[in-house]
């Protein structure tokens, strides 16, 4: 049965109030935020290697997996019978740049590799032992492509970079003449090509701005002739409903995801007609920030074709089959609460990435007849014994207007220690990227790290994010700055009332548009203690002036068409305002950061330090938009530790690197 269903508020809570007031005589008693762990910042960096995106070519299956011992290095891995190996040659960095968050960046038919190199952003192609570059076009960037049975022609997107304009459009490469032709422009942007399994179609995913994939998009299908399209046709779609990873079923129909119902559901194209497959009130889609995410995949089942997916209740992912002709859905059991990279490895076997709170992301083989799951790669080995993992409490608590909003809760925990009884525990309420995203509750050992030494985190879906329908979603339009920060305060609010947080000891962290909602929550409100900003936003007027294409009219529905509405952006501009704050905060910034560029932390830095506030600043050399090396990984962690244990004033590890924090 899906997990989301075992998790019981209630009991949750009666159980953490006997966790925080144990009377134990083995247990030592330390103030929150000291405690003894096993749980070191070198294990959170140790082997973990993000499985990003998957690929099945017959019975062979490719991923690719981020090294950040490696200087973040993204390999390529191949598992076949014969076990795990790098599918391309140990110095090969295979990431695309596209859209500046990339995605899938590769492709293998036949046992031949088609791929991107990160130094120059090229396609190459190696097969048979025999490393190719396929495309000499400095300005280009390619992403999300297929290749058709042949192996000649491959169908990309492409993102040229000439003279400071950016134009995306779909292309077809012939690998054979090494040429270029363009097949389809006129869009802002382009993504999702697929090619039907007999070669003789094409659809695709387009929209314009100021839309993202997820406020409206269109889908297209049309005729292949060569490296040339015919009788391109308008499936579905529109400025108000996003269509999300279209397929071609083995016997030939087009099957897309729209949340033309308030819900990303399944429709199937039928003479020229769309049909509902199976409506529910279960996002089967998710926001289009990176290329290649695939959430569901066909399989054969006694003979009738299915469809298997990944369908999110709540923030929480389960596993469903449906049957596509009577529409009927049932539930898979599995374990897991996050489930994305859905494909068919055989008739009756299925692979996919998957994460629990008790498991770190893996690489899953599921057998659908005998329901057996087995693991083929994990993204990270825990050493550490299960009695130290704080287990998420699923919270929906009240905010304004009589909304609910959701989170999940990872209590402070540690089997060997024990808080004083007239203690409360200093929580971090933590506020995801996007902001048009969301929080599953998985296992993070970076989490863990914190609640095994006596600091709680709650992690919030606060409205705007993804996961619960598309009104959710819509909470946040005209309202990044107000709906977020209100959420978090609730948030934060309700674990207070519940007596699980200490007032006094509340942090709000963030990274990206997350980092933005702390710097605002700290400027605009005083329900939080301190803060820590990753990557964060400062200046509105900064990022809508100088961030990359993808991003370039995000703010038009997020806040207000700019530069009409300028003086919102003012207003809601931390950096404008901070003679507002008043408590200290952490900034971390790398130094490559193309979205939010590092000038915007510096000058929040300097004007805290001119407010004689509490403040550090590190910026990360060569990091980008997210920190990937893992020695700057780990001083984040721990300099975060440190800036707690300093502002809040208990005791931690000497050997724990000392920060500087200015105005202290």
Not at 233 to 260: N, W
């Amino acid at each position: 049965m899906c997990y989301v269903r075992h998790m019981r508020a209630l009991f949750y809570l009666l159980s953490l109030q006997l966790l925080f007031h144990d009377t134990g005589d083995t247990m030592q008693t330390k103030a929150y935020g000291s405690w003894n762990t096993p749980i070191s910042s070198d294990m959170v960096v140790e082997k973990s290697h993000a499985i990003d995106r998957v690929h099945v070519d017959k019975t062979s299956i490719y991923w690719t997996e981020r090294l950040p011992e490696d200087n973040g290095r993204v390999a390529l891995k191949k598992f076949h019978s014969k076990g795990i190996i790098e599918a391309l040659p140990n110095t090969t960095n295979v990431r695309t740049k596209a859209h500046e968050y990339g995605g899938k960046c590769f492709t293998v038919q036949n046992g031949t590799i088609y791929f991107v190199s990160y130094k120059d952003q090229q396609l190459y192609m190696l097969s048979q032992d025999k490393l190719r570059q396929i495309t000499d076009l400095p300005d280009y960037r390619f992403a999300d492509f297929v290749v058709d049975q042949s192996g000649r022609y491959i169908y990309s997107v492409a993102e040229t970079h000439t003279n400071g304009t950016v134009e995306n459009s779909l292309i077809c490469v012939d690998t054979k003449l090494s040429n270029v032709i363009q097949i389809a422009s006129g869009y802002d942007f382009y993504m999702c090509p697929r090619i039907s399994q007999d070669g003789k179609k094409i659809t695709w995913v387009s929209w314009n701005q100021p839309n993202m994939p997820w406020d409206g998009s269109e889908l297209w299908i049309a005729d292949i002739e060569g490296s040339s399209l015919s009788n391109a046709t308008l499936v579905a779609g529109g400025i108000s409903e996003a269509i999300v990873d279209p397929l071609f079923s083995d016997d030939g129909h087009l099957y897309y995801i729209s949340d033309k119902s308030g819900w990303w559901n399944f429709y199937r194209l039928e003479n020229e007609q769309s049909k509902p497959i199976c409506p529910k009130e279960l996002e089967f889609g998710r926001p289009m920030w990176v290329f290649g995410d695939s959430t569901y995949c066909f399989v054969n089942v006694n003979g009738k074709q299915s469809i298997v997916a990944s369908g999110t209740n709540k923030g929480v992912d389960c596993l469903y089959l449906i049957d596509v002709e009577k529409g009927k859905l049932s539930e898979l059991s599995t374990p897991y609460t996050c489930i994305n990279n859905l494909y068919t490895l055989e008739e009756n076997e299925v692979v996919f990435t998957a994460s629990s709170p008790k498991s770190p992301q893996t690489l899953i083989r599921l057998n659908l007849k005998t329901e057996e799951f087995s693991t083929i790669k994990t993204s990270q080995e825990i050493h550490v014994d299960e009695s130290y993992i704080s287990k998420p409490l699923p919270i929906a608590f009240p905010t304004e207007k009589g909304e609910t909003s959701y989170g999940f809760y990872y209590p402070p925990h540690n089997p060997d220690v024990k808080a004083p009884s007239d203690e409360k525990a200093p929580v971090i309420i933590k506020c995801h990227g996007g902001p048009t995203a969301n929080v599953y509750p998985n296992f993070s050992m970076q989490t863990q790290y914190f609640t095994s030494r006596g600091i709680g985190v709650f992690e919030i879906n606060y409205g705007g994010s993804t996961g619960y329908g598309r009104a959710y979603r819509e909470r946040l339009n005209k309202n990044w700055g107000i709906v977020d920060i209100q959420d978090c305060e609730n948030g934060a609010k309700y674990l207070i009332k519940q007596g699980l947080a200490d007032p006094h000891k509340i942090v709000i962290k963030g990274g990206s548009a997350g980092g933005y909602t702390t710097l605002a929550a700290l400027t605009f409100t005083d329900t939080f203690s301190a803060g820590v900003s990753y990557y964060g936003v400062s200046d509105l007027i900064a990022l809508a002036e100088d961030t990359h294409k993808f991003e370039a009219r995000y703010l038009d529905h997020l806040i207000d068409v700019y530069p009409t509405r300028k003086d919102i952006y003012q207003k809601l501009s931390p950096i404008n305002s901070v003679e507002k704050l008043s408590c200290p905060v952490l900034l971390l910034q790398g130094s490559e950061d193309k979205v939010v560029p590092k000038e915007q932390a510096e000058v929040m830095f300097e004007a805290l330090k001119r407010k004689k506030i509490p403040t550090a600043y590190i910026l990360f050399d060569g990091e980008g938009h997210g920190f990937r090396n893992s020695e700057n990984i780990k001083k984040a962690l721990e300099s975060e530790l440190y800036f707690y244990s300093k502002i809040f004033n208990f005791p931690v590890d000497k050997s724990l690197p000392k920060l500087k924090i200015e105005n202290l």
